[in-house]
C-alpha cells in the first residue's frame, strides 16, 4: 500500500498533471492490483483547513469532497507509535507537524509516501516516491 502526501490527493483530484511520472505510475500500479491507497487523518484536516481558508477551491462542499476521499483511500488514524514517531524524528526532519504525522504514518504502517516535498525527500527519513 502507498500513502499520499496531502498535496499528492488534491493534486490527484484537481490537477492529476502535478503529480510527477513515478508519482502516476505508482498510483496506477495500485489501481491495477486492487490495492488499496492510504491517507492520514491529518491530510483530511489540512485539506478542510484550505478549502476553509480559500487556499483550495473545490466543485462540492467541503463535506462531500472530504466523503469522497473517505470512500478512495484507507484513512489511517494517529495511533501512540505514531506519535511517538513522529516526535522523535531527527533534526534534519521538517518540525511542521502535519509533514511529521504523515511521515510516521509511513513508517510506522510499512508504507511508501508519494510526495513532492522537498524537505521530506531530503531527508531520507522515510521511503518515497518522487
Not at 484536516?45 to 463535506?63: P, W
Not at 518540525?95 to 511529521?100: A, F, H, Q, S, V
Not at 516535498?117 to 531527508?123: A, G, T, V
Amino acid at each position: 500500500m502507498i500513502l499520499l502526501d496531502t498535496h499528492v490527493a488534491l493534486w490527484l483530484a484537481l490537477d492529476p498533471e502535478k503529480i510527477s511520472q513515478p508519482g502516476v505510475s505508482a498510483i496506477e500500479l495500485a489501481h491495477r492490483e486492487g490495492r488499496p491507497m492510504a491517507l492520514s487523518c491529518v491530510s483530511l484536516y489540512e485539506i478542510a483547513r484550505m478549502v476553509h481558508r480559500g487556499r483550495v477551491a473545490l466543485d462540492s462542499s467541503i463535506e462531500e469532497f472530504l466523503n469522497q476521499l473517505g470512500a478512495q483511500f484507507s484513512i489511517i488514524g494517529l495511533t501512540p507509535t505514531i506519535a511517538l514517531i513522529a516526535a522523535t524524528f531527527p533534526a534534519n526532519f521538517p518540525g511542521d507537524p502535519m509533514d511529521r504525522v504523515i511521515a510516521a504514518t509511513a513508517l510506522a504502517e510499512n508504507l511508501t509516501l508519494i510526495t513532492a516535498d522537498r524537505r521530506i525527500l531530503l531527508s531520507r527519513v522515510v521511503k518515497t516516491i518522487w
